[in-house]
């Protein structure tokens, strides 16, 4: 069966330091990636989504980038954290015809 | 572009009433229409989907949602809410393409009246 992974649980960073979160897909091949955040009262954004390894579509301008480097493997990153990146990370995947199944999410905090 | 609205940012039902939520999307193609729930602390849970035939669909928990291509609505029903239906609510929206992307709403967020 398929399972994703995300991790950390919760990360505290300070205002300026590099930010890597990771993502891994088991049980699936070549499927869509996404990032997503969810900040109070404005839903669920798109960050990124990938359909195949390098291939990255930004939806938001944003302090943020994402690399796919393996198939099922997808990296959310910052290079200098703002405080206003603070919110809650999901990575989730689909395939063709099915729905998106979500990670358990990252609770970033910038301090 | 795909959008989804959800013009409801948040509804009070009382408990045993009947509740309806609200979704509309914008899809140049045929789209497929997703319903999920976020309890407080939980992850997202997914009500129900459609992506062709019959336009009423079911889902868990006793959830329905009707697909309306004139109206491009997918308005999410229950006949009769539950304390334990208090939670946020998202309806999504994705597309048959192999590179299609999911986008969802804003959320509505469910209060249940004792």
Known sequence: SQTIHQWPATLVQPVGSPLSLECTVEGTSNPNLYWYRQAAGR?????????????????????????????????????????????????AWSVRKTEAFFGQGTRLTVV | AQSVTQPDIHITVSEGASLELRCNYSYGATPYLFWYVQSPGQGLQLLLKYFSGDTLVQGIKGFEAEFKRSQSSFNLRKPSVHWSDAAEYFCAVGAASSASKIIFGSGTRLSIRP
């Open chain 1, 43 to 91: 839903g669920l954004q798109l960050l990124f989504y990938s359909v195949g390894i390098g291939q990255i579509s930004s939806e938001v301008p944003q302090n943020l980038s994402a690399s796919r480097p393996q198939d099922r493997q997808f990296i959310l990153s910052s290079k200098k954290l703002l405080l206003s990146d603070s919110g809650f990370y999901l990575c």
